[in-house]
């Protein structure tokens, strides 16, 4: 992955072990975390490159790739389980590249210290500005670096859910 993410608990080695072999799958790795304290689950998030729907077969498919390289890697020292999903419509933002994604739609950020007395911003995504998203709350506009923001995702709209349904029957016009 090319830009830099918002970091995820220790699992940029994990990344470097799989993001090549997802890619070459036919995917883009959106997120790995761990989704409990005791690293138990390690959740692997990703969306096909053309963009359209995951399916249950689609995380199969990831699934039989990363299995075995990390088994040989053996990145997690202690026995886990390994999910793949889809990132869903309320989608994390970890790019930059994602919020240039999503441009238009509305978003809740966090960030990791407060800009202009505050920590949670929900607004739409204006523009990007070289690492820089400039979200529009209440017709103002509030700049946000992206190295400063702990957490973002889409907030689900009547717009957002109309643009995943375009994008799933566009993706399922081009498999036929």
Same mark, same amino acid.
């Given at each position: 992955m090319a830009s830099?993410?918002?970091? /995820?608990?220790? /699992?940029e080695k994990?990344?470097?072990?799989?993001? @090549?072999?997802?890619?070459?799958?036919?995917?883009?790795?959106?997120?790995?975390?761990?989704?409990?304290?005791h690293n138990k689950t390690l959740q692997i998030m990703i969306e096909r490159l053309d963009r359209g729907p995951i399916t249950v077969e689609d995380c199969a498919v990831v699934s039989r790739v990363v299995s075995p390289l990390l088994d040989v890697g053996d990145p997690v020292p202690n026995s886990y389980t390994l999910e793949v999903s889809s990132?869903?419509?309320?989608? &994390?933002?970890?790019?930059?590249?994602d919020f240039e994604?999503?441009?238009?739609?509305? !978003?809740a950020v966090e960030?990791?210290? &407060?800009?202009?007395?505050?920590?949670?911003?929900c607004g739409l995504i204006s523009s990007v500005i070289g690492n820089n998203i400039r979200i529009e709350i209440d017709g103002k506009y509030i700049?946000? @670096?992206?190295?400063?923001?702990?957490?973002?995702?889409?907030?689900? /709209?009547?717009?957002?859910?109309?643009?995943?349904?375009r994008a !799933?029957? !566009? !993706?399922?016009?081009?498999?036929?």
């Open positions: 830099k993410n918002i970091s /995820t608990r220790g /699992t994990i990344e470097e072990m799989i993001c @090549p072999s997802i890619v070459s799958a036919g995917y883009d790795l959106v997120q790995i975390k761990f989704l409990d304290e990132p869903g419509i309320e989608r &994390p933002l970890i790019k930059v590249d994604r999503f441009l238009g739609f509305k !978003a960030t990791k210290r &407060p800009i202009s007395d505050r920590k949670k911003f700049e946000l @670096p992206f190295e400063e923001i702990r957490q973002a995702s889409l907030i689900i /709209t009547d717009e957002l859910i109309e643009a995943t349904r !799933a029957n !566009a !993706a399922s016009r081009t498999e036929h």
